[in-house]
């Protein structure tokens, strides 16, 4: 994609929405939206437009007014035990907001770009490749699978990229897994973590910058882009309290059916992604690597993340 197409990103001030919009307003001309009147976050020049992707109406105006040439559509309702209660608004927001871009993105031949995830998947045998059944165990996984067969169906050229447990620091962000664990663990809190659900959490910044990879070599269909590691909930809390110096005996070991959770949760999900590191130079990272990289930058975690440490 040459750079001086315009992108517009939906989702903008969510976890992976800032980071998107963060490298690519280098390279592109980023039309940042989200649900929001504002943007969390600012830099020179960045063109915030406040977008419900519900909203068809307002969505049609945004889209004829900037004529991006990809649209990523980070935009989605993420509470996976939110979704189980909030079915009507889950599928409004994951569904129809998918639906209204796929019919925008059809007509005016833009590319569309949409994140979804290993929870599309039934965690019986993970982690999946690309074409492996899916065969959703909860009602977010279920919007996220019908918006993928919306995508496929019509016509548009499209980037369907997996990913699973995000996550990061970020400006405003709602608490991501790893947010949440060095809140209580600065808190010295004692926290229950399972040991039965797997899978290969991913750093948003890495996911982020694989993505302007993929856009800047017009990369097109499915792929898994996740963290290179596969491991337990609790060995990851584990990991994240070493890197981080908090004391790993505040983790204690639980079973998944002992959280009754709202929503079911697949216990061996995650992603292979063979495919993706086959075509990508940006390297995906291990737990240990993607920690590491947070700790350098825990300047920026200490302004951003001030209330929790
Ligand atoms: N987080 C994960 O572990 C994970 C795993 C696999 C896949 N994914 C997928 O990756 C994508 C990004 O996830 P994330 O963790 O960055 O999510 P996030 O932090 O929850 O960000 C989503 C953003 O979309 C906004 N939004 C919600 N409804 C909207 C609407 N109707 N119109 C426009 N914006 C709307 C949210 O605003 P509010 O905050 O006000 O609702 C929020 O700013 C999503 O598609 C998600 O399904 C996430």
Redesign the pocket.
């Known amino acids: 994609m040459n750079a001086y197409a315009t992108v517009l990103i939906?989702?903008?001030?969510?976890?992976?929405?800032?980071k998107l919009v963060t490298d690519f307003h280098p390279h592109y001309k980023v039309i940042a939206?989200?649900?929001?009147p504002e943007s969390f976050f600012s830099f020179p020049n960045l063109s915030y437009e406040n977008?419900?992707?519900?909203?068809r109406r307002q969505l049609g105006f945004h889209i004829s007014f900037y004529h991006p040439q990809v649209i990523i559509?980070?935009?989605?309702?993420?509470?996976v035990d939110g979704c189980e209660i909030h079915k009507d608004k889950a599928r409004?927001?994951?569904v129809g907001?998918v639906r209204n871009l796929v019919s925008f993105c059809r007509e005016q031949k833009i590319k569309l770009i949409?994140?979804?995830?290993?929870?599309i998947f039934n965690g019986e045998n993970g982690p999946y490749f690309e074409e492996d059944p899916p065969d959703p165990v909860n009602f977010?996984g279920e919007t996220?699978l019908e918006s993928e067969r919306i995508i496929k169906e019509s016509g548009v050229d499209f980037l369907i990229i997996?990913?699973?447990?995000?996550?990061g620091f970020?400006k405003n962000?709602?608490s991501?897994?790893l947010l949440w664990l060095l809140e209580k663990l600065s808190q010295n809190e004692k926290i229950k973590i399972v040991t039965d659900q797997f899978n290969n959490p991913?750093l948003?910044d890495n996911l982020s910058l694989c993505i302007l990879e993929m856009v800047k070599k017009n990369i097109s269909e499915i792929y898994h882009i996740a963290g290179s590691e596969y491991l337990s909930r609790y060995d990851f809390a584990i990991k994240v309290a070493d890197k981080f110096n908090f004391d790993k005996n505040n983790i204690l070991p639980t079973k998944t059916e002992l959280l009754q959770q709202k929503a079911k949760r697949p216990y061996k999900g995650g992603l292979k992604i063979d495919r993706a590191q086959s075509i990508l130079e940006t390297k995906l990272l291990s737990v240990n690597q993607a920690l590491e990289y947070l700790i350098k930058s825990k300047q920026t975690f200490r302004e951003l993340s001030a209330p929790l440490l």
């Open positions: 939906t989702g903008a001030n969510g976890l992976l929405g800032q939206c989200d649900l929001h977008l419900d992707i519900t909203d559509n980070a935009a989605a309702y993420t509470d409004a927001v994951n907001g949409q994140l979804s995830t290993d929870y977010y996220k997996r990913t699973n447990v995000l996550y970020g962000v709602k991501n897994f991913t948003a």
